[in-house]
């Protein structure tokens, strides 16, 4: 069974640029959270998709948003890039909407110069 | 509010010797814990769960955590570490919709 894939694997933009990350979700899984990992803040939660709907989101602006396919499969859009934006952004699916158990992706390397 | 707290941001151990890392919850209701286990590089790994079948949890890779109410404690352990165990591991407890993670503590094995 295949895992969770997120691409790129690395993306490099300048301030005040946006940045697309994409994530497919396990097969069979129909939800899906993204969470950003920056250095010194931990692992933050940053939004949920469920049924290709925006469930909750966590504590960032609205130039963080995204949206989920069909297939299930979703974006991370980043619009308006500022430095402190540089991080690991890690995809997770779960096969139950609502949490639980969740399994993840490798993760994007977000880098803003 | 549900949260976790990690107990030491680095532990280091001999090969061979005993793993312990820290993990105490807070929480309302029962709730649900996690570790996961992070190699430099990569995304998060589950290690084990606890879903409340048992106190005592068994996960990949020789690891165990014990849940203790009396204690709010979830701590994780392995008998024998070795080299390949030096990673970073995270506790998390699962509110509804999303994992609420600790700071992470650092393992390093050495030789």
């Known amino acids: 069974e295949a895992g969770v894939t997120q691409s790129p694997t690395h993306l490099i933009k300048t301030r005040g640029q946006q940045a697309t990350l994409r994530c497919s979700p396990i097969?069979?899984?129909?939800?899906v959270y993204w969470y950003q990992q920056a250095l010194g803040l931990g692992l933050q939660f940053l939004l949920w998709?469920?049924?290709?709907?925006?469930?909750n989101r966590g504590n960032f602006p609205p130039r963080f948003s995204g949206r989920q396919f069909p297939n299930y499969s979703s974006e991370l859009n980043v619009n308006a890039l500022e430095l402190e934006d540089s991080a690991l952004y890690l995809c997770?699916?779960?096969?139950?909407?609502?949490?639980?158990?969740?399994?993840f992706g490798p993760g994007t390397r977000l880098t803003v110069t | 509010a549900q949260s976790v707290t990690q107990l030491g941001s680095h532990v280091s151990v001999s090969e061979g010797a005993l793993v312990l890392l820290r993990c105490n919850y807070s929480?309302?209701?029962?709730?649900?814990l996690f570790w996961y286990v992070q190699y430099p590089n990569q995304g998060l790994q589950l290690l084990l769960k606890?879903?409340?079948?048992?106190?005592l949890v068994k996960g990949i890779n020789g690891f165990e955590a014990e849940f203790k109410k009396s204690e709010t404690s979830f701590h994780l352990t392995k008998p024998s570490a070795h080299m390949s165990d030096a990673a970073e591991y995270f506790c998390?407890?699962?509110?509804?919709?999303?994992?609420?993670f600790g700071t992470g503590t650092r393992l390093q094995v050495f030789p």
């Open positions: 997770a699916s779960s096969p139950l909407a609502g949490g639980d158990e969740q399994y």
């Open positions: 097969s069979g899984h129909t939800s």
């Open positions: 998709y469920d049924e290709g709907e925006e469930r």
């Open positions: 929480s309302s209701v029962p709730p649900y």
């Open positions: 606890y879903t409340s079948a048992a106190t």
């Open positions: 998390a407890v699962s509110i509804t919709d999303k994992l609420i």
